[in-house]
């Protein structure tokens, strides 16, 4: 059974760090592209960095762009998102989600990813 599951979110005054923790059960993540996704109230979700099968690209949303890290532990299974210097617009509610085959170049095309997680929410606030 392929299962994502997320963690790391919480509570962090701005300009603090979190990381979230994307771990993957079933599957060997490092095979996939891998995205990272959130949604705040109201709003649409969107993507906010993806990073390719087995050493391929990595790619950040201009909003995040300098702040947020993408990196796979691969005997973990597991991608990680070091977020830093968070401001309250990242507050959200964050998604991690693969795409089902093998994609070097990655995007943060949503139509695009087969298998979501439940998602782990961030809020950014003094």
């Known amino acids: 059974q392929l299962q994502l599951v997320e963690s790391g979110g919480g509570l962090v005054q701005p300009g603090g760090s979190l990381r979230l923790s994307c771990a993957a059960s079933g599957f060997t993540l490092d095979y996939y592209a891998l995205g990272w996704f959130r949604q705040a109230p109201g709003k649409e979700r969107e993507g906010v960095s993806c990073?390719?099968?087995?050493?391929?690209?990595?790619y950040y949303a201009d909003s995040v762009k300098g702040r947020f890290t993408i990196s796979r532990d691969n005997a973990k299974n597991t991608v990680y998102l070091q977020m830093n210097s968070l401001k309250p617009e990242d507050t959200a509610v964050y998604y991690c989600?693969?795409?089902?085959?093998?994609?070097?170049?990655?995007?943060?095309?949503?139509?695009?990813?087969?298998?979501w997680g439940p998602g782990t929410q961030v809020t950014v606030s003094s």
């Open positions: 989600a693969v795409v089902r085959s093998f994609k070097r170049l990655c995007s943060t095309n949503r139509s695009e990813y087969d298998y």
């Open positions: 990073i390719g099968s087995r050493g391929g690209n990595t």
